[in-house]
């Protein structure tokens, strides 16, 4: 089992900034690939930004350009930075942790989430 616990949600105007963290305590979280995905109300979790246990990154649309993830293996955290806030991101925002078993079966992780609001 792994824990995953998100932090850093709040109320930011449009045009703000917001930093997320997502935190999975474990040995080899370096290991892991970590995404970060938002729910708005009535609508499906959506993918919004991922990072591979190599580094390798990959936006959805809706983030590119002002969104960054980033991971301290060190700190076994992910991070989202974002920026250029608009009220259409208010959601949920959740981290997940895929973890490959030694059976080569991927299990995925979820966190509690986090409320993101952005104010017009």
């Known amino acids: 089992q792994v824990q995953v616990v998100e932090s850093g949600g709040g109320l930011v105007q449009a045009g703000g900034s917001l930093r997320l963290s997502c935190a999975a305590p474990?040995?080899?979280?370096?290991?892991?690939?970590m995404g970060w995905y938002r729910q708005a109300p009535g609508k499906q979790r959506v993918l919004v930004a991922g990072?591979?246990?190599?580094?390798?990154?990959n936006y959805a649309d809706s983030g590119r350009g002002r969104f960054t993830i980033s991971r301290d293996n060190a700190k076994n955290t992910v991070y989202l930075q974002m920026s250029r806030l608009k009220p259409e991101g208010t959601a949920v925002y959740y981290c997940?942790?895929?973890?490959?078993?030694?059976?080569?079966?991927?299990?995925?992780?979820w966190g509690q989430g986090t409320q993101v609001t952005v104010s017009s």
């Open positions: 990072i591979t246990s190599t580094g390798s990154t």
């Open positions: 474990g040995s080899i979280f370096s290991l892991y690939d």
């Open positions: 997940k942790a895929a973890v490959k078993l030694r059976n080569g079966v991927t299990v995925d992780y």
